[in-house]
């Protein structure tokens, strides 16, 4: 499976924008990127994903990078129940029924 | 509409004893997962049914632990016998499968053996 790198953790003050980044420079054309998040003492909850294009939705934007090497998901305006673990997992095409692979994922801090 | 229901929420047992953890996916789901979740090692994917079918279970750490899912409403997890290193948040989650397949997650059980 194709890999994702994210940084261990990030801090950022509430209501302001916060980027997560997430690279993937192995990732191939069938790929999926998908973003999940985890809040304190709860399971994961699925945020957004994409394929080539950028995307939006009411929780959060996703920017793909042209060459698909790395992505960023946007909060537009964090708040403190946006503190969470985040994962940015890989996913085939077509794979919507097999089991995903959760790496470490970025723990983001909201400073109020 | 309910989400995924695990129970217990919260399991103390013993070294040896047995556990048996329960998930309820959501109606008309054809995918169920079942993770496991420590600090070391973070959410580790131990197996996966497709209408009810084990696809994979190369996660599942040994012969102690074992799946079922007898219908589409219903699986279990059972560990026979536990060990103090089995302790961890055991979570269930289904998904529609197909293109996508988002996975919702139950609130997961939380497991001690002492």
């Known amino acids: 499976d194709a890999k994702t790198t994210q940084p261990n953790s990030m801090e950022s003050n509430e209501e302001e924008p916060v980027h997560l980044p997430c690279n993937h420079s192995t990732i191939s054309g069938t790929d999926y990127i998908h973003w999940y998040r985890q809040l304190p003492s709860q399971g994961p909850e699925y945020v957004i994903h994409?394929?080539?294009s950028n995307v939006n939705n009411r929780m959060a934007s996703l920017a793909i990078a042209e060459d698909r090497k790395s992505s960023t998901l946007i909060l537009h305006r964090a708040t403190l129940r946006d503190a969470a673990v985040y994962y940015c997992i890989l996913r085939v095409q077509g794979g919507g029924a097999d089991g995903l692979t959760f790496g470490k994922g970025t723990h983001l801090i909201i400073q109020p | 509409d309910a989400g995924v229901i695990q129970s217990p929420r919260h399991e103390v047992t013993e070294m040896g004893q047995e556990v048996t953890l329960r998930c309820k996916p959501i109606s008309g789901h054809n995918s169920l997962f079942w993770y496991r979740q420590t600090m070391m090692r973070g959410l580790e994917l131990l197996i996966y049914?497709?209408?009810?079918?084990?696809?994979?279970d190369s996660g599942m750490p040994e012969d102690r632990f074992s799946a079922k899912m007898p219908n589409a409403s219903f699986s279990t997890l059972k560990i026979q016998p536990s060990e103090p290193r089995d302790s961890a948040v055991y979570f269930c989650a289904s998904s529609l499968g197909g293109q996508i397949g988002e996975l919702f997650f139950g609130e997961g059980s939380r497991l001690t053996v002492l």
């Open positions: 994409g394929l080539t």
């Open positions: 049914f497709n209408n009810n079918v084990p696809i994979d």
